[in-house]
């Protein structure tokens, strides 16, 4: 029954910011680490970041180190992805993910995610 749900994408210029959010809803008690991946036209799911369940530990990408910030507010159920210095490679759709206490394997992988959101897409133009 947990259902994600991304907001806060659009259309930016390069070295501009966006903060992209994800609402969590349903059994919201079962999902412990969350992460963020993009998917750019013709290519799969790229690991963006992830975030443990206490929001302590966080995890990147080398492509995003520096410029994105992953963070949770878990009285909110809310995930955030906070995007600053936008290239136009960050171009992409970008899907929030969270795992559950039957999770296993390194967050980097899509499949040790148990649920999705639907996507929302971020443009960066040159």
């Known amino acids: 029954q947990e259902q994600l749900v991304e907001s806060g994408g659009g259309s930016v210029q390069t070295g501009g910011s966006l903060r992209l959010s994800c609402g969590t809803s349903?059994?919201?008690?079962?999902?412990?680490?969350m992460g963020w991946f993009r998917q750019a036209p013709g290519k799969g799911r790229e690991f963006v970041s992830a975030?443990?369940?206490?929001?302590?530990?966080?995890y990147y990408s080398d492509s995003v180190k520096g410029r994105f910030t992953i963070s949770r507010d878990n009285a909110k159920n809310t995930l955030y992805l906070q995007m600053e210095s936008l290239k136009p490679e960050d171009t992409a759709v970008y899907y929030c993910?969270?795992?559950?206490?039957?999770?296993?394997?390194?967050?980097?992988?899509?499949?040790?995610?148990?649920?999705w959101g639907q996507g929302t897409q971020v443009t960066v133009s040159s």
């Open positions: 993910a969270a795992r559950d206490i039957y999770s296993s394997g390194t967050s980097r992988s899509e499949g040790s995610f148990a649920y």
């Open positions: 349903g059994r919201t008690s079962s999902i412990h680490g």
């Open positions: 975030i443990d369940r206490s929001g302590t530990r966080t």
